[in-house]
């Protein structure tokens, strides 16, 4: 998009933050603008061309705005910066650095670098004089926050280079030349350790991209144990209001295995991102032993900062993802929630009064989300490494739907589905994921099955199926009962219905608030499925469906204390020769 | 009122539709208010040299040769000390009798906190009521609606909540409130001595219902003015944003906006959130709280209203009927307070969090047992236990005229643990039983 002379326009029309510009010269859709409000100027994107006039979504309130006000063309789409420390940043939707801004209140039309300019970083090389190189070759890393963060010959360059010269080992900004590399045409290009991206378009700088293969621990036992996600696996977490999809993403950023989070807090509330930034910076990231807060990256755009930039914030994210991926790390990219983003869509298309899909949406809404899923994955890098960006996003169906527009074409784009499930919110059976209408089409992968069974045990597969099949056989059993009646049953319906919610109450419940509880490696997950399993297999002696609910609350309890203890503790035993004597008075 | 002398006006209005009127204008700012025909209006879009506003009393008995003057203004409110014991319209101007409030003038429905400025909430509100401190406490900085059916004592509950909450300010937002409820709060602040510590913009039902729209802004000004500037402990009581929402889906209406679920507008989410998103602590000290209303249609949280008002609030009281004990409950399975756990066994005791899941989890089981008997099932001995214990919890803890502190709240959900259950049936981490259960 070379352009030898600057296109402007002037501002034709209002209606909120959709503004029509009369333009003079060429203009590309998604091209960035500034319209030059006398106070500040305005950023904005191109969203529609008809003739000369320009429909542009402003990423700012428009109050005060008038008519004639002139506005200028950038020549290039929505982009970010690419560069060493944006780890353990804060920025809002358009890559703006917030901690950079004055004021308590934000103010529009205030931009702010997300790089640090000044600090110097500790380079090593990687690359030398007369490597061939292509877009996302390794040059050289620095340490961020103890990851190594390599810089990249940019994504945007086409074909292969020379590399000329790499500067030695020492103390850099990013804005020092760290390479230089010639063209196939003989022309040197000097090289920093920034670089900028469109966030729309997909970072394709790999040589491959195979079927996620590996599983990604999140320590959250419902999901690894029954429905597991991949490293490069996507999934969605619709559940209406208050069903836990914040509390269950942010305690996966917390403990899931990943070098990278990411965190799009995409118009929810403002105090769920100061939990982040209040107490990621204590928390311990269980593997390295460094803070959380090192290893995250939060784009905020809550739902009371501009309407346009909830789109961009989503697409920010993911190309930030992009980048630490293309690094060979293993990056969590987390987005709350995608409705939202949905409905920025939506109040723009009404605005330009586009003919509305169902519930107003737009009609390609389906389109942009599977699109976007896409770009989520496990890669191998051209020079032989892999990385990878799992991507778990919530769903806000309007009314708790799951019927409804949003949640239907997520269904088709995401692998795994974790439905959160109203009653068992209510009831308090945190996490509320439901267990039965709940999957992860990873465990249908042959790889994936492949993976489980030489990483965690031969017949891990066997339990998971059981398990599942045991709570589904509780469920029918409690129909049952509720129907015919207590009385009305045979005992070995109490039977059944009590093994799933032992099954429910020891391995699906999970006390994220609990210092222990919160988290549960794959090992201890392990540990406990087999106890469990084992229990529903161990033959009792009982008079009356009373005494079925009697032993099995005992059970349950001794289970839960276990749960709260520090794994093989001391308590940890001693709960556990209990359990043992609670089983003697019941055993055959 | 505010027209000046050199201010062009304006008299030919090209398009007049119930809600809006047309004309050609220039140098016109988005958003600027207007007077039209002396009633007040709002840009809401231009096209070249027409403009289009926003009429809030509606167009009727408007003239095509109506005189317009734009204010070349957004929506202001004059903020200052005097604000304190005054009642204004949703123009911000006084109605009760009062003389015109000194003070720095300020524009309505500013910009948000950047959200690295805020400070996670972290204090208590102790309101008396058990089923909001023992079940789903509220915190300083929290924005929380309450749930109601139009015929349940919401205002009432509302207004002890406030007058107990211990704010440096109290604002009354209130939108298509009754004479009834307007004199009520007047009554019930001035009785409890606190009218120095109220401000009250009031849009009554005599008044034009779109012009409540200006309302939450209004007091959400004047609440930054105080929690900012001042460092005051502000609480913001919103009653009824049903009735906003209900504004707000006439103007989209009337301007032909496609409507999405409910006949709401396709934005409701953005329109509340700002509103709602106005809650904050300041690491000062100084802290906005909203306390809401939202009326149900008989108990339906899936409509549009309160679905999008459950995505943006932390947490929602819902008020019910309990009729095996002739009282109003705060229902504890629809109820939460999502910012509870920043406080619960930190500010209040250790035990807190456990007692109160295990007493609502004993209370499920109540529900169950219920539906059992309903059906003609023969109940067992826990069964009966869980159902005296579920009509004993509902009287002496969930009842909202319930004012106790949370340590005799927890003393009493353990009294009735032990005088229907084993301590097995209770599953609470050991150490508490072992502490609070009486030998
Ligand atoms: N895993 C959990 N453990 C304990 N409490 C939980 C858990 N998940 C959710 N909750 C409770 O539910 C409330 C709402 O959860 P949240 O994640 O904010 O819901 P959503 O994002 O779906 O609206 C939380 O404030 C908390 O009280
Ligand atoms: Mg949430």
Redesign the pocket.
């Known amino acids: 998009m070379e352009r030898k002379s600057k296109t402007t326009g002037v501002v034709a029309g209002i209606i909120a933050n959709l503004v029509i510009v009369e333009v003079d010269g060429p203009v590309a859709q998604n091209e960035i603008c500034f319209i030059q409000h006398p106070e500040n100027k305005l950023m904005a994107e191109v969203i529609k061309i008809l003739g000369k006039n320009v429909y542009v979504q402003v990423f700012e309130s428009t109050r005060g705005l008038k008519v004639g006000t002139k506005v200028d063309f950038e020549g290039h789409l929505l982009e970010v910066t690419l560069g060493p420390g944006i780890l353990s940043r804060n920025y809002d939707g358009l890559q703006n650095d917030l901690d950079k801004m004055d004021g308590v209140f934000l103010k529009r039309g205030d931009y702010t670098d997300p790089l640090n300019r000044e600090k110097k970083w500790d380079w090593r090389p990687i690359a030398k004089a007369g490597d061939q190189v292509v877009a996302g070759s390794w040059l050289g890393e620095v340490p961020e926050n103890g990851m190594p963060h390599r810089i990249m010959v940019p994504f945007k360059f086409k074909g292969s280079y020379n590399v000329k010269s790499v500067v030695e080992a020492g103390q850099y900004t990013v804005d020092n030349i760290i390479a230089v590399v010639t063209d196939s045409e003989g022309n040197d290009i000097d090289l920093t350790m920034v670089q900028k991206w469109p966030v729309k378009v997909a970072v394709k700088a790999y040589k491959e991209k195979p079927r996620p293969f590996k599983l990604l621990e999140t320590g959250i036992r419902t999901m690894d144990t029954l429905n597991p996600i991949t490293e490069g696996g996507t999934g969605f977490i619709p559940?209406?209001?208050?069903?836990?999809?914040?509390?269950?993403?942010?305690?996966i950023s917390k403990y899931a295995e990943a070098d990278i989070v990411i965190i799009a807090a995409c118009g929810?509330r403002a105090n769920?991102v100061v939990e982040i930034f209040t107490e990621f910076p204590e928390l311990e990231d269980p593997r390295t032993g460094r803070k959380l807060i090192e290893r995250t990256t939060i784009i905020a755009n809550t739902s009371n900062m501009p309407v346009a930039a909830r789109e961009a914030s989503v697409y920010t994210a993911m190309t930030l993802g992009e980048y630490y991926r293309s690094m060979g790390l293993k990056v969590l990219l987390m987005a709350?929630?995608t409705s939202r983003w949905a409905q920025a869509l939506r109040e723009m298309s009404n605005r330009l009064e586009e003919l509305p899909g169902p519930d107003a949406f737009p009609m390609d809404l389906t389109a942009i989300i599977t699109s976007f899923y896409a770009r989520a994955g496990f890669v191998y890098l051209n020079n032989g490494e892999s990385g990878s960006i799992t991507f778990i996003g919530?769903v806000?169906p309007a009314g708790g739907n799951l019927k409804e527009p949003v949640t239907e074409s997520t269904r088709k784009a995401a692998r795994c589905f974790y439905g959160?499930n109203q009653s068992r919110?209510d009831s308090?059976r945190?996490?509320?994921i439901d267990p039965i209408d709940s999957y992860s089409k990873y465990l249908e992968y042959p790889e994936v099955v492949d993976y489980l069974t030489e990483n965690i045990s031969e017949d891990w597969l066997d339990q998971v199926m059981k398990t599942k099949t045991l709570l589904l056989r509780g469920r029918e059993a409690m129909e049952q009962i509720n129907i015919l009646g207590d009385d009305g049953v045979p005992l070995e319906f109490h039977e059944r219905f009590w093994n799933s919610e032992l099954i429910d109450a020891v391995i699906l419940q999970?006390?994220?608030?609990d210092k222990i509880d919160a988290n549960c490696p794959l090992e201890r997950q392990k540990y406990m499925l087999e106890k469990v399993l084992g229990i529903t297999d161990m033959r009792f002696s009982f008079e009356t469906f009373e005494d079925v609910s009697g032993f099995f609350k005992r059970v349950i309890n001794q289970l839960k204390q276990i749960n709260y203890s520090e794994w093989k503790s001391e308590k940890f035993a001693t709960y556990e020769t209990e359990l043992e004597e609670i089983f003697k008075e019941r055993l055959n | 009122m505010e027209t000046q002398a050199f201010q062009k006006v304006y008299t030919k209005i090209t398009n007049l539709t119930k809600a809006t009127i047309t004309l050609k204008a220039t140098d016109i700012g988005y958003d600027e208010m207007a007077l039209v025909a002396g009633r007040m209006g709002q840009v809401v879009k231009i096209m070249g040299e027409e403009v289009v506003l926003q009429i809030f009393a509606g167009t009727e008995g408007i003239p095509t040769n109506a005189e317009v003057v734009f204010l070349g203004r957004p929506p202001q409110l004059k903020v200052g000390d005097q604000l304190a014991g005054r009642f204004f319209n949703a123009f911000g101007e006084p109605i009760d009798g009062g003389p015109e409030v000194d003070g720095r003038v300020i524009d309505t429905g500013g910009p948000s906190v950047n959200p690295v400025r805020r400070k996670q909430p972290s204090q208590l509100i102790a309101t008396g009521i058990a089923g909001i401190d023992l079940n789903n406490s509220l915190v300083t900085g929290q924005k929380i609606p309450f749930f109601a059916d139009p015929d349940q004592p919401y205002n009432q509950v509302m207004a002890n909540v406030a007058l107990r909450a211990e704010a440096d300010k109290i604002i009354l937002g209130g939108m298509g409130l009754s004479n009834d409820d307007y004199l009520y709060f007047k009554n019930i602040f001035d009785n409890a001595g606190a009218l120095d510590r109220i401000v009250s913009f009031v849009n009554t039902t005599d008044d034009p219902p779109v012009e409540r729209l200006l309302i939450p802004d209004m007091a959400l000004s004047a609440a930054e003015y105080f929690a900012e500037e001042k460092q005051q402990k502000v609480l913001v009581l919103l009653t009824d944003m049903t009735l906003f929402a209900d504004a707000l889906s006439i103007v989209s209406n009337r301007m032909d906006q496609i409507p999405s679920k409910d006949s709401m507008p396709g934005s409701l989410y953005s329109d509340l959130a700002r509103i709602y998103e106005k809650a904050v602590q300041f690491p000062h000290g100084g802290s906005i709280t909203i306390i809401a209303v939202t009326t149900l249609n008989g108990g339906d949280i899936t409509h549009a209203i309160p679905d999008n008002t459950?995505?943006i609030t932390?947490?929602q009281l819902f008020l019910r009927m309990d009729s095996d004990v002739g009282k109003v409950i705060v229902d504890p399975f629809r109820s939460?307070?999502?910012?509870?756990?920043l406080v619960i066994g930190k500010q209040t005791r250790e035990d807190h969090p456990q007692v109160m899941n295990a007493a609502i989890r004993l209370y499920a089981d109540a529900a169950n047992a219920k539906t059992k008997q309903d059906n003609g099932f023969d109940l067992t001995d826990y069964d009966e236990r869980t159902l005296k214990f579920a009509k004993e919890y509902s009287e002496q803890i969930l009842a909202v005229d319930i004012n106790i502190d949370t340590e005799k709240m927890l003393d009493t959900t353990w009294d009735l643990f032990q005088q229907n259950f084993e301590r097995e049936e209770v599953v609470v981490r050991q150490e508490f039983v072992d502490k609070y259960w009486k030998q």
């Open positions: 559940g209406p209001f208050g069903t836990g999809k914040t509390v269950l993403q942010h305690a929810e769920e709350d929630s919530t806000s959160l919110a308090k945190y996490p509320a999970q006390d994220s608030f | 459950g995505y932390e947490g939460l307070s999502r910012l509870k756990q």
